[in-house]
């Protein structure tokens, strides 16, 4: 990968990247964040990806270890797209349910939703969580389909030591160009 020499290129790659999506491809995001990894978050993305491959899948449905939803509690966390359903507590077992299910016949496995404690309702969709609602989420708002950016993001800094554009000035005019577009914080609190 050539090395991005400034913000415009960055948009390049991101509109490239975006260009290339699906948006209707089924997606299972699997949350490897640090608090998910201690609930074993690792062993149920391996699982995925072999059950993937395994039912020959691989050209319908993609797998992405992400970064953390912020959830952590009840991790590991798994969200189904494009819909957004959201399982927590996710165990290696269920994994088969899962793909079966929810990904080919689209079924809704009530045990795996989160339960609100206020109503005992159960929720199904990720953005519905109470958690989620008070949130703005900027930057982590696309976690899981803004994979391949993120990842070619993490590439550039893997050569930071080799990056022209990392002057001072620079490097400062970049910092309030994603501020702009993205926020200061990954996630900010509304105000209501
Ligand atoms: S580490 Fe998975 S939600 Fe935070």
Redesign the pocket.
């Known amino acids: 990968m050539p090395t991005l020499k400034s913000v415009g290129e960055l948009e390049s790659l991101r509109a490239s990247i975006l260009g290339k999506r699906d948006p209707q491809k089924a997606v299972i995001t699997i949350?490897n964040?640090?608090?998910?990894h201690a609930h074993g978050?690792v062993g149920v993305t391996e699982a995925f990806r072999e059950a993937v491959k395994s039912q020959g899948l691989e050209d319908k449905v993609d797998v992405r270890a992400t970064g953390?939803?912020?959830?952590?509690e009840r991790?590991?966390?798994v969200v189904i797209k494009p819909k957004g359903i959201l399982y927590q507590r996710v165990r290696v077992k269920d994994v088969p349910e899962i793909l079966g299910e929810t990904v080919v016949k689209d079924n809704v496995i009530e045990r795996m939703l989160y339960t609100d404690r206020a109503s005992g309702r159960k929720i199904e969709l990720e953005h519905e969580v109470p958690f989620y609602q008070g949130q703005q989420r900027l930057v982590l708002g696309n976690n899981g389909l803004s994979h391949g950016y993120a990842d070619g993001i993490a590439k550039q800094m893997q050569q930071v030591d080799r990056w022209e554009f990392l002057h001072a000035d620079n490097l400062h005019d970049l910092i309030a160009a994603l501020e702009k577009q993205y926020g200061a914080h990954g996630r900010a609190r509304s105000s209501k």
């Not at 964040?33 to 998910?36: L, M, V």
């Not at 953390?68 to 952590?72: A, K, Q, S």
């Open positions: 949350c964040g640090t608090g998910c978050c953390c939803h912020g959830f952590c991790g590991p966390l």
